[in-house]
Structure formats: C-alpha cells, structure tokens
C-alpha cells in the first residue's frame, strides 16, 4: 500500500520554529532519496530539501541553513526541523521521493505550515 502522512505544521511567528515528520510506506521510501517539498498559494510545488539514504543532504538555497532534512531508515520516517522560518516559508509542504515532480504520482495530504505575526 502506498501511503505518505506528513504531520506537524502549524500556525508560528516569525522566527519560530516547527518540525514537521513524514510516515512512507516501504515501496516509496526505501532505497529512495527522500525529499521535503513545499507548496505556497498561487506558486509551483518545489523541492527544498532531500537526503538519501546514507545521510548526505541538499537544501533549496531558499533554505539553506535555517532548515534540517533527516530520515528514520529503521522507521521508514522523514523529518524537517524548521528553524527561523520566515513569512516566505507559508505553504503546504510534502514529504515524497526525490524525483522530477512529473513522475511522482501519489502525494500525501501534506501540512500547512503558516508564519505569521
């Protein structure tokens, strides 16, 4: 069964922190580079973080430094800790493979993340 559940969002002011988690089944995350992808209002879903299964990491520049990829392989979970975050980080984000968007065809629900004041 394929299944992605992210978890965690929520409502932060500016500067704030949140860490978001992810729960895959096997088919999509083993093996897999996984990655964190984020939608905002009226934009394109995009990429902002991935890690393979090693461990080694990229971030969007956009991100770079304020958030942290990291994965649970024993658990089959993917987690973003969310630092300093910024009104520009508001969207839905998506844990999924990191692969072209145009070849994943199943998503999760995902989880708002809204930065506010």
């Known amino acids: 069964q394929v299944q992605l559940v992210e978890s965690g969002g929520g409502l932060v002011q500016p500067g704030g922190s949140l860490r978001l988690s992810c729960a895959a089944s096997g088919s999509i995350f083993s093996g897999n580079r996984m990655g964190w992808y984020r939608q905002a209002p009226g934009k394109q879903r995009e990429l902002v973080a991935s890690i393979t299964r090693g461990g080694n990491t990229n971030y969007a520049d956009s991100v770079k430094g304020r958030f942290a990829i990291s994965r649970d392989n024993a658990k089959n979970m993917v987690y973003l800790q969310m630092n300093s975050l910024k009104p520009e980080d508001t969207a839905v984000y998506y844990c999924?493979?990191?692969?072209?968007?145009?070849?994943?065809?199943?998503w999760g629900q995902g989880t708002q993340v809204t930065v506010s004041s």
């Open positions: 999924n493979a990191d692969r072209p968007i145009n070849t994943l065809d199943y």
